[in-house]
Structure formats: C-alpha cells, structure tokens
C-alpha cells in the first residue's frame, strides 16, 4: 500500500501569511495527487487535482506543486476562511490519505 | 446541482445490522464510481472502497474488506454501505464521494463531490 505522510501536523499562523504544507508518498505517484479542505462538521472539499491543477471556484491564493513522492500545498495569503486541516490523497493506486495538517490562528 | 445526500446519523447497538445510504442527483448516476470514506472521531480520512453503478463493479481497501458491504441500486440512483454486525469501534461518520475516473492504476481520480456524511454511534 501506498503512505502518505504530511507534515507538519499542526501550524499557527496569522491572516496574510504565506502558507506550505507538505505531502510525501512512500513511493512515486507520478502527479497523481490532490489536496481537500475540511472544517468542522463539514465534509472535505477539493481544492486541487493532478498536484497542481486548481479545482472551479477554488481561490487562486491555493496552488500546488510537486511530482514523483514529494509535493506542496501553498496558500499565498492565509485568510480568515482558511482556517481549517488540510489533507493530500493518493490517486495513483486505489486513494490513501495523509493524516491532515491543521491550520490553526496564531 | 450536482449532489451527494446520505442518510441520517444512526445509534446501534453492537452486534446489529446497519444500512446506510448515499442518493446522487444532477448528474448520470451511473456513469461515476462512488466511494465510501470513513472518518473516525477526531482522526483522518480513511478509503474504505468503491462501486461503479452502472455495473455494480466495485473494489475493497484491504483493511475493510470482509468488513462492510457496498452495493448500489442504479434505478434510485442510490449506493449503500452496510455492516451484518456492528461494533464499537465502528463509530464514526462515514462520507460517499464521486470518482469521475476509471479504476485503474495511474488513471483514476480525485473525488470531486462529496456527501454531508452519516454519524453512526454503536454503544451498549
């Protein structure tokens, strides 16, 4: 089985910061992987597909990056919305998730 | 609109049996796969498996297989997630997701649509 591991667990940070969260997968993915937003009570949301391929009506300060076993989820200027944990999937063989990166108010 | 809807929370008692089911509308039901997604409390996301509608073709993680049972009824456009005897350590809230893809190695998909997900509590 594929693993996913996201780092790092949890982050504070203030509005308008810049920031990256990582996904590594224990083996190559190609670019096969996309990033989910969840907030409490609430089902996840996808933000991103095939690394870097923005998801309709997703917000531009989201973007991300990477190939092979090592990827990047970046938001450009963290905004009140974005408070939420974060999570990257696996497509490449069957799906597997990270375990999520909470991004909390610092 | 393209949507998911699930049925409502459910409280078991271990040792029961439990059906619960995801309802797509807006879109051609049996042309996407949809998967189950559990989601234990407090935890990560965790794919349980997967079935094409159209066939009723589907696939099990590993880890939930012999575990649960997922079958759908493509005439009301439903997929199901079932259990024969429930347990504790079953509670959670269980999400169905679309998969626009095909199921096979480097071809699938994200899952772009998602249910608002099913509570099951099993206490004694």
């Known amino acids: 089985d594929i693993q996913m591991t996201q780092s790092p667990s949890t982050l504070s940070a203030s509005v308008g910061d810049r920031v990256t969260i990582t996904c590594r997968a224990s083996?190559?993915?190609?670019?096969?992987l996309a990033w989910y937003q969840q907030k409490p009570g609430k089902a996840p949301k996808l933000l991103i597909y095939k690394a870097s391929s923005l998801e309709s009506g997703v917000p531009s300060r989201f973007s991300g990056s990477g190939s092979g076993t090592e990827f990047t989820l970046t938001i450009s200027s963290l905004q009140p919305d974005d408070f939420a944990t974060y999570y990257c999937?696996?497509?490449?063989?069957?799906?597997?998730f990270g375990q999520g990166t909470k991004v909390e108010i610092k | 609109e393209v949507q998911l809807v699930q049925s409502g929370a459910e409280v078991k008692k271990p040792g029961e049996s439990l059906k619960i089911s995801c309802k797509g509308s807006?879109?051609?039901?049996?042309?996407?796969?949809i998967g189950w997604v559990r989601q234990m409390p407090g935890k990560g996301l965790e794919w349980m498996g997967i079935?094409?509608?159209?066939?009723?073709?589907?696939r099990y993680s590993q880890s939930f297989q012999g575990q649960v049972t997922i079958s759908a009824d493509k005439s009301i456009s439903t997929a199901y997630l079932q259990w024969s005897s429930l347990k504790a350590s079953d509670t959670a809230i269980y999400y169905c997701?679309?998969?626009?893809?095909?199921?096979?190695?480097?071809?699938?998909?994200?899952?772009?649509?998602w249910g608002q997900g099913t509570m099951v509590t099993v206490s004694s």
């Open positions: 999937q696996q497509y490449n063989t069957y799906w597997t």
């Open positions: 807006g879109y051609t039901f049996t042309n996407y796969w």
């Open positions: 079935i094409y509608p159209g066939d009723s073709d589907k």
């Open positions: 083996q190559s993915i190609s670019s096969w």
């Open positions: 997701a679309r998969q626009p893809g095909i199921v096979v190695v480097g071809a699938s998909d994200a899952f772009d649509i």
